[in-house]
């Protein structure tokens, strides 16, 4: 009987499995290349996030300068990524390429699963190019690429070298000129998706993308672009317009009002770690100190998709806007802006996703947090209503500590547990239920509305939060 055959890569992997005394009885069962790489592409990336998350890489590689080019040339339009980081030696750009990338991530680092170089290219484009130099002394570039209509005709996960000489000539001569990478978006059938890619229409669709981007670019590495991150100054040019920070909370604006922080301990299955709560409120239409700086600070969604919480990963902004169920969109409640930063190592808790673009807020810190942005909610509508703002309410006192807590006395910090709350500001009722029947507690409804949230389409988050919203002061604390 002929025994199947083994690939080197099998004979590979149970020679690890031997060396680390691992049983070599499974079956090694590779997904379809050419199924796989379909769904892949589809992971909910929008073309600015996928751009962002290039950056992300980018700014993990000790890059100061990123340039975006967005070149219309009909059907051959492209995209591409440029940067001044330290390149990649060739064994780690082979694995960069890897889907699921085998490397460890630094606890200030901003990438986090491995996937988003490969899937957010892929999701916007059926050719992705990786060309990088890390030998500043020598000008050698090497290049690969994916290929999806490739895999789907060998289903092979294969990716296929790339000579310089055939790179876009501005690859070559940002390569020529310093260290860095550059990714090159090739075949944009996601964002050139009309029956006419040589269009005028496309072409406007194309340069549309790229203004959206600039000020997605702007918001979501604000901190870094304002040198406010330690160590990690950042530049950004999209089709050679300097990018400029875009401030959430409007702080030059002398009539904004911040109010006081608060910093939370939560245990975590990495460890312990802070989250950071800093409430704002932005001053009325009147009291700015001109017209253009109110428009300006509306935000690329206006004012009222704008509110709420700001949360950052590692000081880059993952979400911007809404208030993650707590809450339901309201006009008057429009100038209430909540910043919330997170270490890297609560990224479970937070429920990160690969586009990063969304997070949920940890049902240990929901409540906590809740009681303490009432103040900000509360001075955000007197501020709307009556156009000046008055003296900001106390924020409310700590919650008492449990006996035998675990916290440490020398931390100024809250250890978050489960202390008796008071019953939050609640939206207009919903409804009474039916009597005898079980209430729902507060913790089932934080574990659906996370499902439901991290399942929805961007378009859809605003109204599932508002229904969260609705259906809080309905559970059972």
């Known amino acids: 009987m002929q025994e199947p055959s083994v690939t080197a890569t099998e004979k590979g992997i149970h020679k690890k499995d031997r060396e680390h005394g691992l049983s070599t009885n499974g079956m090694l069962l590779v997904p379809s290349a050419k199924r796989m790489v379909r769904s892949l592409r589809d992971m909910g990336y929008e073309f600015a996030a996928a751009v962002a998350d290039l950056i992300d890489n980018s700014v993990a590689a000790k890059a100061n300068t990123v ?8 059907s051959k339009s ?13 064994e780690v750009l082979q694995e960069a390429l890897r889907f699921g990338t085998e490397r460890d991530y630094d606890e200030g680092d901003l990438g986090k699963f491995g996937l988003g170089l ?54 070559r001569l940002h390569l020529k000129e310093t260290p860095g990478t550059v990714v090159i978006w090739e075949r944009l059938d996601r964002l050139l998706g009309f029956k006419f890619p040589e269009g005028e229409s496309a072409r406007k669709h194309l340069l549309g993308m790229a203004r959206e981007l600039e000020q997605h670019a702007a918001m979501v590495f604000h901190r870094f672009l304002a040198s406010e991150v330690r160590g990690k ?34 245990e975590g299955e990495k460890g312990k770690g802070d989250v950071i709560i800093e409430p704002y409120v932005l001053p009325s239409q009147a009291l700015f100190s001109t017209p253009e700086a109110f428009n300006r600070a509306s935000g690329p969604r206006k ?35 909540i910043a919330i930063s997170f270490n890297p190592k609560l990224d479970d808790e937070f429920k990160i996703n690969v586009p990063k673009m ?10 906590d947090v809740e009681k303490w942005i009432k103040p900000a909610v509360k001075l955000a509508e007197e501020v709307y209503r009556h156009g000046k703002p008055k003296s900001p309410p106390p924020p409310p006192p700590p919650p008492p500590q449990q006996p035998g807590g675990d916290t ?24 009474p239920r039916p009597s005898g029947k079980r209430k729902a507690t507060r913790s089932e409804l934080d574990v659906v509305a996370g499902l439901l949230i991290q399942v929805a389409l961007p378009e859809e988050i605003e109204a599932l939060e508002n229904a969260i919203a609705r259906a809080r002061p309905l559970t059972e604390t």
């Open 233 to 266: 100054r950042l530049a950004i040019y999209v089709n050679d317009n300097r990018v400029e920070a875009w401030d959430p909370f409007a702080r030059k604006e002398t009539k904004t009002q911040k109010l006081e922080p608060k910093t939370f301990r939560v």
């Open 78 to 90: 492209y995209v591409l990524i440029a940067d001044n980081g330290e390149g990649m030696r060739p």
């Open 303 to 337: 004012w009222n998709a704008q509110q709420g919480f700001y949360i950052y990963r590692a000081d880059r902004l993952i979400q911007s806007g809404g208030w993650c169920g707590l809450r339901a969109t309201d006009e008057h409640r429009k100038l209430a802006r």
């Open 118 to 171: 490969k899937t957010a290219s892929l999701s916007q484009c059926l050719r992705v190019t990786v060309a990088t130099r890390w030998n500043p002394a020598r000008a050698d570039i090497m290049a690969y690429c994916w290929d999806v209509e490739h895999i789907e005709a060998t289903n092979r996960w294969e990716v296929l070298s790339v000579k310089a000489a055939d790179l876009p000539s501005a690859a």
């Open 358 to 367: 969304r997070v949920l807020l940890p049902p240990a810190i929901r409540d």
């Open 67 to 74: 340039r975006v080019n967005v070149e219309w040339e009909g």
């Open 408 to 431: 440490d006395p020398d931390d100024d910090v809250t250890l978050l547990g489960d202390e008796d709350q008071d019953p939050p500001v609640s939206p207009p009722p919903s409804p």
